[in-house]
């Protein structure tokens, strides 16, 4: 009976395993934020822009290139067609191809810096979107001009993050959620598998236990910041491909 209540368990999801990932320089090879430069008749942005930038505040920065890219008259079909073109990280879409094959014991969530259009256009192109439950990132839109606006995710009083967006705040709001519920219950995972590779993924970093993984990029701010953290609990897994991420998936499939 035991056995047959464990298995009733886990086919309705109680005991999934919840993959989190970055976005820029995690599932895509570069910085979508940069990369939608490359709209521009020049590739260039004017140094009134460039100089405007001030530390911490990186979704103000970017209302201003986006703005820009406005007036320059390129088209909501134009920023997308580029933005379209980012390449994916090694071994990213075999990972996610993964992770939608295997929505019944593996839950997906994006929680980034970018924005909601650039994220849902890249996954979107690769048919990749299924593979993801939720998106928590900078909300954008095209004003009634045409031109792309973005505002910050939300509002918080951690130190250690940008103003726009603290990843812990999302992640444990995230889980509390789905552990609360509904009528269907609560999901409680297993393991949370979070992947990075920058240095505002190491607060989110901090509120892992100690049976979760922190998967940081090789070569990357979060593998350095890791190095000398004493504060995570979790096992950390480094990565330089989306292949060794799923190895780890599949062993964390397995354990």
């Known amino acids: 009976m ?25 599932v895509v090879d570069d910085n979508s934020d940069t990369w939608v430069i490359r709209c ?33 008259e390129v088209s909501p079909d134009g920023v997308r067609s580029v933005m ?26 994006v929680v980034s810096d970018s924005n909601t259009l650039f994220i849902d256009w890249i996954l979107q192109a690769a048919g990749l979107r299924g593979a993801v439950d939720h998106i928590f990132t900078n909300p954008a839109h095209f004003n009634d001009h045409g031109h792309m606006e973005v505002s910050g995710h939300h509002s918080h009083d951690c130190q250690r993050c940008p103003v726009n967006l603290c990843k812990r705040k999302v992640l444990e709001q995230y889980l509390s959620q789905r552990a609360g519920g509904g009528s269907s219950g609560g999901v409680s995972y297993r393991c949370v598998v979070y992947v990075g590779d920058g240095g505002n ?38 990565w330089s491909s989306g292949e060794q991420i799923l190895q780890e998936l599949k062993a964390s499939m397995e354990s």
């Not at 100089?51 to 986006?66: A, D, I, N, P």
């Not at 980012?86 to 993964?98: N, Q, R, W």
């Not at 000398?228 to 609990?233: A, I």
Request: glycine letters at 6%; aromatic letters at 10%.
């Open 2 to 26: 035991f056995f047959l209540n464990l298995l009733v368990l886990f086919s309705r999801g109680k005991m999934k395993i919840l993959m989190v990932f970055d976005f820029d320089h995690t």
């Open 40 to 72: 521009l008749p020049n590739r260039t942005l004017p140094n009134s822009v460039k100089s405007s930038y001030r530390k911490g505040h990186w979704t103000e920065f970017m209302g201003r290139v986006l703005k820009h890219i406005g007036e320059q």
């Open 84 to 109: 379209e073109t980012i390449p994916y990280t090694a071994g990213m879409a075999d990972l996610l191809t993964f992770i939608s094959e295997h929505k019944d014991r593996v839950d997906c969530i």
């Open 201 to 238: 993924d190491l607060c989110p970093a901090l509120c892992l236990r100690a049976q979760d993984v922190v998967m940081p990029r090789v070569g990357y701010s979060l593998e350095k910041l890791l190095r000398v953290e004493e504060g995570v609990r979790a096992r950390v897994s480094a």
